[in-house]
């Protein structure tokens, strides 16, 4: 039963067509964007260097290997100072209109803000680490302030020198397709392709009334049913980001950095980094690992909403316009400024977020559970359990009660 | 096995489709019999468990069928009156999908599957995809679908809508053949389908059972209310106005009708042997049976 529900799922001619789409435009962007500064002249070096108000990568051969072995690792005060002196020195050289860098000095440069960069990072930890002990040292022992800037606290106090120059440019925009916001919309569209018909489509073919009169058409076959929509999650899911996985493998020319701490990681425009006070003591590969299985999981929930909308709806069309509202709504509600008060926690515990994932390890984030600081990701997790299951009792109870009156 | 239908009424909204509908099937051929609209397709759904009726229960060798589940649909065979299938899928594919819905084991069911091909003289088109077949094909296919579980009741909902006339009677004698040792319960508004199979016929009008015996009790029934007369083209149109008009036939010395009505109609009117043709038109409206 399941290997012809996989059947109906992957006949279905649209998802080709889409997967094909959506890879062609992974290629383009990549070839075209990330790839763009390998290859990029000085004058474009610059023009990009001022729009996005740091330095950009240039590079992929060995030049930065060869500045690795002098300033990679975590951050010193010695680094520190020598990469300042150096920036100093060839921010003077441009000011007085010298001719441009070479690559080499160019990705010297580079090499310099990080470390630099890194720097301020260490004190920026210093800092939020010193201003949780002085919240600790003020509030009140059984306050949630107090168990929270704890749990923080004790968190960054794991941390081990997290700050420095890494090799990691080959996992910059590894853990999205193109983009957070576009892995969402590319996942979603596919996962409302392939499971809006699963269904939605025994209505609308007039299969339903043969189906539901066998043994096991009203238990065995929502099983099939979801065990199929899991498998063509599942290849969608893996096919699409073994594509990005190659192309930025390709595109870098390996996958240095697999080792090093996520407080470096770069967002994909430049060095700057949105994990600078990240409390979670992974290193790249860990995460790479989470947030790939945190996504997984977020479409395996979505699908199942999918499927329930699908059975509910019996249109595919009507189904996958919901389906595709309820992802899209909290998107819908920041463009309105409409994410305050209720819609704030509506939007910090919806799909898109919970597809999204960049969001979740970004900072400290912890909610209030009866007293408890609980981290925002586990929450998270856990209501999308919960919601699931019920979506999932739903479903079968549901099906299990469908009559046909039409 | 005696399938008993106790008392059972559907209602949409404030309109009922069937209303108190009683009866109780041995084995054997049962042939619902009623007008379009009469309530059949309705009353079919809820003895295929997929429609649930308003009021009464169906009980089987006294279980009621809704409380079986798995275990009553495991004897069914059901064939509605319009349904789908998948375009993609070839005929071997569609019942081998349908025989894992039915709980075959996968040894069983591939012979299983040629064997009812044969029987719905599908067996060349086994592989062609679904896509490309012809109604009368599709609803061979959907018999085939039926059969596959050797259902110890078999429910079949117009089941000769698009088959040519070769075709209904090869489905016709092999309900006959099955019916030994199971239930058949057949709708139709085609008379003709039931004349030579079935143990009895059970009538249907507006959601009510308003006869249920054998077609030979049925023709009694009718006795000596058949007429035959010739007319001519003038008076045909207030002959139909007046009465129940069976068959219309010219002929050398004008329009011979048949008419159906308690005493002699008109003065040359001769009786003549009644059909279940003419019961149906006894019970019903006339304009029920123009597909027989």
């Known amino acids: 039963m399941y290997r012809h529900e996989l059947f109906k799922v992957f006949t279905r001619k649209n998802i080709y067509i889409v997967f094909f789409l959506v890879v062609l435009t992974m290629v383009y962007i990549d070839k075209n964007y990330i790839s763009q500064t390998e290859t990029m002249e000085e004058d474009e070096y610059v023009e990009l260097f001022e729009e996005r108000g740091a330095p950009v990568t240039t590079m992929k051969n060995g030049v930065y290997e060869k500045l690795f072995d002098e300033w990679g690792g975590p951050v010193t005060e010695d680094k520190i100072s020598l990469a300042t002196e150096k920036m100093q020195k060839i921010d003077e050289k441009l000011v007085e209109g010298t001719p441009s860098l070479t690559p080499e000095e160019k990705a010297a440069h580079n090499v310099h803000f990080i470390v630099a960069n890194a720097g301020q990072h260490e004190i920026s930890l210093q800092e939020r680490k010193e201003s949780l002990q002085s919240k600790i040292d003020d509030v009140d022992d059984q306050s949630y302030a107090y168990k929270e800037a704890e749990k923080e606290l004790s968190m960054l106090e794991q941390l081990d020198d997290t700050h420095g120059f890494y090799l990691i440019r080959a996992w910059r925009g590894m853990f999205d397709l193109i983009e957070p916001f576009m892995s969402v919309i590319l996942l979603s569209t596919l996962i409302l392709l392939g499971l809006t018909p699963v269904f939605a489509e025994e209505h609308s073919q007039r299969t339903l009334g043969l189906i539901l009169a066998t043994k096991h058409g009203k238990g065995k076959l929502v099983t099939a049913k979801i065990m199929a929509s899991l498998t063509y999650i599942g290849v969608v899911f893996s096919s699409l980001h073994l594509v990005n996985f190659f192309l930025h493998w390709l595109s870098y020319g390996g996958l240095q950095g697999w080792n090093a701490p996520i407080q470096s990681l770069p967002i994909s425009t430049s060095f700057n980094t949105l994990y600078e006070l990240s409390p979670f003591a992974w290193d790249v590969w860990q995460y790479y690992a989470i947030t790939l299985s945190i996504q997984f999981l977020a479409c395996v929930a979505l699908a199942f909403l999918v499927l329930l909308i699908s059975m509910l709806v019996k249109n595919v069309m009507f189904a996958f316009f919901i389906s595709g509202a309820v992802i899209g709504a909290p998107f819908m509600f920041r463009i309105l400024s409409l994410d305050q008060g209720i819609f704030k926690y509506i939007n910090s515990f919806s799909y898109l977020e919970f597809m999204k994932v960049d969001n979740l390890f970004q900072e400290f984030i912890a909610y209030n559970v009866f007293g408890y600081p609980v981290l925002y990701p586990l929450i998270l997790l856990f209501i999308f359990v919960i919601l699931t299951a019920l979506i999932v009792f739903f479903t079968y109870n549901r099906f299990r009660q469908q009559q046909v009156n039409e | ?292």
């Open chain 2, 1 to 292: 096995m005696r399938l008993l239908i106790d008392n059972v009424s559907k209602k949409f909204k404030d309109k009922w489709a069937i209303k108190y509908f009683s009866a109780e099937l041995t084995e054997g051929v049962y042939a619902l019999l009623g007008p379009n609209g009469a309530g059949k397709t309705t009353l079919m759904r809820m003895l295929a468990d997929i429609s649930m009726p308003s009021t009464g229960r169906i009980l089987l060798n006294d279980k009621d069928i809704s409380l079986m589940g798995d275990d009553y649909r495991d004897i069914l065979g059901y064939l509605p009156q319009e349904f789908g299938l998948y375009k993609n899928f070839t005929a071997v594919r569609f019942l081998m999908y349908f025989a894992s819905l039915k709980g075959l084991d996968k040894k069983f069911a591939i012979d299983k599957v040629e064997e009812v091909l044969d029987l719905v003289n599908l067996t060349k088109d086994r592989k062609r995809k679904i896509g490309t077949f012809s109604g009368g094909m599709k609803r061979r296919l959907g018999i085939a679908q039926a059969l596959l579980n050797d259902p110890k009741i078999l429910i079949v909902d117009e089941p000769t809508a698009g088959l040519d006339p070769q075709e209904r009677i090869r489905f016709r004698n092999l309900l006959s053949e099955i019916a030994g040792d199971r239930i058949v319960f057949l709708s139709t508004h085609i008379v003709s389908d039931i004349e030579y199979i079935a143990k009895e016929v059970l009538l249907l009008k507006q959601g009510e059972l308003i006869q249920r015996s054998t077609l030979g009790n049925l023709l009694e029934q009718v006795k000596g209310k058949v007429w035959s007369v010739n007319v001519t083209q003038a008076v045909l149109p207030e002959i139909q106005r007046q009465f129940k008009i069976g068959n219309i036939q010219r002929n050398e010395s004008g329009i011979e009708c048949r008419i159906v009505h308690d005493e002699k109609p008109v003065e040359n009117a001769v009786a003549v042997h009644a059909t279940l043709e003419d019961v149906y038109l006894y019970f019903f409206d006339k304009g029920a049976i123009k597909d027989v």
